[in-house]
Nanobody, 126 residues
Framework: HVQLVESGGGSVQAGGSLRLSCVVSGHTYTPYCMGWFRQAPGEEREGVASIDSDGTTRYGDAVKGRFTISKDNAKNTLYLQMNSLKPMDTAMYYC?????????????????????WGQGTQVTVS
């Protein structure tokens, strides 16, 4: 079965950087759409960034210009480079994937795009 495992979270001071990784296993085909979401305590889960099978990216307004999503298909790994971190970025970060269906993300930053989810990695910015 398909598994997504995130890593790279931690505690960092404001202005610092972190890189999150998400390894996808248990599948034959490369996911067509992958994304990062985050959820702060008491808040709704929000879309952070997404990437299509052809590398097209989308970003939430709150992270544009600071975060970069990328992937390495050979390593079955999704990344999120987070720079200029702010306390408002504190949240649990989740990766998500859709395998099959349209080759491009339909919404990218909405949860109903995705079939598979990781367990999350905590990011704390102080």
């Amino acid at each position: 079965h398909v598994q997504l495992v995130e890593s790279g979270g931690g505690s960092v001071q404001a202005g610092g950087s972190l890189r999150l990784s998400c390894v996808v296993s248990g599948h034959t085909y490369t996911p067509y759409c992958m994304g990062w979401f985050r959820q702060a305590p008491g808040e709704e889960r929000e879309g952070v960034a997404s990437i299509d099978s052809d590398g097209t990216t989308r970003y939430g307004d709150a992270v544009k210009g600071r975060f970069t999503i990328s992937k390495d298909n050979a390593k079955n790994t999704l990344y999120l480079q987070m720079n200029s971190l702010k306390p408002m970025d504190t949240a649990m970060y989740y990766c998500a994937a859709r395998i099959g269906g349209p080759v491009h993300c339909q919404s990218g930053l909405l949860e109903d795009e995705y079939t598979y989810w990781g367990q999350g990695t905590q990011v704390t910015v102080s």
